[in-house]
């Protein structure tokens, strides 16, 4: 079907490290079976207005270990209606191509999906995104990077924190979903990690603060999804614990969007290569509106329609290693 045809590739919704790997993965890939690359910049705006270049084998050479995406992405209102989405068909036809690779979060493959139905035109999707929060892989682009990017970064907090005897309240991204937090405050060792899925109560906090204040610890660090309840914002929480223990002189880091850079980690790399490959081998062999994903190490695929930001429970080992340790 696609022999001596066109494929187009874009990242969507927010970036990723990994995404310039699967971006080259897909235009290598393609080179392999001698097909020719488009590829659209400015994610979903761009495919609307026809901004496509070809990509080459060369084109994509030494990107990836850059974080980001040299497509760039952005925001397309218009994509969202049905109007704007006929004229991204139209652009596809006017260039005569015959597939589309989107890599982006759970936002753009439920867009791609639609436009894949909507037009009957093959549609794959690669999960990109630091929350991994996409059902129907174990992980996506991008979230190890933000892992270790996050633990870099409270490593580097607790060495003030134990200079001046302080406590550090650490916002990690993580609206809807705590994974960030939960690992990476594991991982850096937190003393307290605060997550939308548990809904610790202040006064629990309180609790855990005074306990280990008592038990000889002179410095804590507690990790806090952005998506966590326990305060309005993480500033009026830190002056409610300072009204109400004395004895803390706390301070607020927010990591931010440092958490989305920064040049990817070799797992992202290579997910982000085997998705890739995986991505083409599917319209290659005529999948259309599906995702590839990742289960088990091994690589999957799932419609796109069944792609929704994932409602599971928290993973209750980690919080039970996270409290035994934490102490």
């Known amino acids: 079907m696609f022999k001596n045809k066109k494929i187009a590739v874009l990242t969507s919704g927010g970036d990723s490290p990994g995404m310039n790997a699967a971006i080259r993965a897909v235009v290598r890939t393609a080179a392999f079976y001698n097909l020719e690359s488009i590829g659209v910049y400015r994610g979903f705006q761009g ?58 979060g759970d936002g753009s493959l439920i867009g791609a999906s639609r436009f894949s139905e909507e037009f009957d035109f093959p549609v794959i999707g690669i999960p990109s995104t630091i929350d991994n929060d996409i059902h129907g892989t174990d992980f996506a682009i991008g979230y190890d990077t933000a892992l270790n990017t996050v633990v870099e970064a409270i490593d580097k907090i607790r060495d003030t924190a134990s200079s001046h005897n302080r406590l550090f309240l650490v916002e990690v991204m993580g609206r809807d979903a705590g994974s960030i937090a939960l690992n990476a405050g594991i991982g850096a060792g937190a003393g307290i990690i605060l997550i939308p899925e548990m809904k610790r109560s202040r006064e629990l906090l309180l609790e855990s603060l005074s306990r280990s204040k008592k038990s000889g610890r002179t410095s804590n660090i507690v990790v806090v999804a952005e998506g966590d309840d326990a305060g309005k914002n993480i500033l009026e929480l830190a002056q409610f614990i300072e009204l109400n223990l004395k004895e803390y002189e706390v301070r607020v880091s927010v990591l931010g969007h440092i958490q989305r850079g920064g040049s990817p980690s070799c797992y992202d790399r290579v997910l982000a290569s085997r998705l890739g490959v995986a991505a083409v081998d599917s319209l290659i062999g005529e999948y259309s509106n599906i995702m590839v994903g990742i289960v088990k190490g091994n690589v999957t695929l799932i419609p796109l329609s069944e792609v929704t930001k994932e409602k599971t429970d928290v993973d209750r080992e980690l919080i039970r290693v996270s409290d035994i340790i934490s102490r």
Do not use: M, P
């Not at 995406?69 to 925001?75: C, D, I, Q, V």
């Open 47 to 104: 495919l609307v207005e026809g901004d496509f270049k070809e990509l080459t084998a060369r084109s994509v050479k030494n990107l990836i270990h850059r974080g980001g995406t040299f497509l760039k992405s952005a925001r397309s209102d218009e994509f969202r209606t049905y109007e704007g989405r006929k004229k991204a068909r139209q652009q596809l036809q006017k260039n005569e191509i015959s597939g589309l690779i989107v890599i982006g």
